[in-house]
């Protein structure tokens, strides 16, 4: 199995500009999480899933911020508009029962 | 809410030197409690998951133990390749979301 895969693993853009990043989660998981990682703030929950459907989106920072999960394989993060606020790892996790895995990361740079 | 303490912050020890990294945790009902490696630039590496209180793993120098109130890292005889960062997490009834410890920093001098 391939893991986790995000993309992009990295992405630099100016303030004001849209963002978006991909995950396709581990064949057969039916939970998927995206993090957001500082080193001020640590490992932060943004938002989950389960079977598809969010389920908790209370860490998701402002309206700026949404995430879809279209389908089994696939969830997208968007930020729009862009602050350099947001600079930091993006991580897109995934579960099944006790165990849960993440993907290697996109680190955005908002300048 | 659920609450997760690990210690120390940081850790350096010489090669071959062993000691244990600390996992405290309050929760309502402990379902599970993981433990990541995480290298500088990487996503957390799943390590283990402990469901109850005695139950222990072990994976090459590494072996984790779990209380009711806490979990312990236990590393022996370290070498450097063992340098990373070290999260622990509870799960717990209720609540699907894993809740994450700041993480110890371990660094093994050569």
């Known amino acids: 199995d391939a893991g986790v895969i995000q993309s992009p693993r990295h992405e630099v853009t100016e303030m004001g500009q849209e963002v978006t990043l991909r995950c396709k989660p581990i064949?057969?998981?039916?939970?998927l999480f995206w993090y957001r990682q500082t080193m001020m703030r640590g490992l932060e929950l943004l938002i989950y899933?389960?079977?598809?459907?969010?389920?908790?989106d209370s860490g998701m920072p402002e309206d700026r911020f949404s995430a879809k999960m279209p389908n089994a394989s696939f969830s997208t993060l968007k930020i729009q508009p862009s602050e350099p606020r947001d600079s930091a790892v993006y991580f897109c996790?995934?579960?099944?029962?006790?165990?849960?895995?993440f993907g290697p990361g996109t680190r955005l740079t908002v300048t | 809410e659920d609450q997760v303490t690990q210690s120390p912050e940081a850790l350096r020890l010489q090669e071959g030197e062993s000691s244990s990294l600390n996992c405290s945790y309050t929760?309502?009902?402990?379902?599970?409690l993981f433990w990541y490696r995480q290298d500088p630039g990487k996503g957390p590496e799943f390590l283990f998951t402990?469901?109850?209180a005695g139950e222990e793993k072990e994976k090459e120098r590494l072996k984790a133990t779990l209380t009711k109130k806490e979990s312990f890292l236990h590393i022996t005889a370290p070498k450097p390749e063992d340098s990373a960062t070290y999260l622990c997490?509870?799960?717990?009834?209720?609540?699907?979301?894993?809740?994450f410890g700041t993480g110890t920093r371990l660094t093994i001098i050569p």
């Open positions: 064949s057969g998981h039916n939970s």
């Open positions: 402990l469901y109850s």
């Open positions: 929760v309502s009902g402990l379902r599970g």
């Open positions: 899933f389960n079977n598809n459907v969010p389920i908790d």
């Open positions: 996790a995934s579960r099944t029962d006790y165990e849960q895995y």
């Open positions: 997490a509870v799960f717990d009834f209720g609540n699907e979301k894993l809740t």
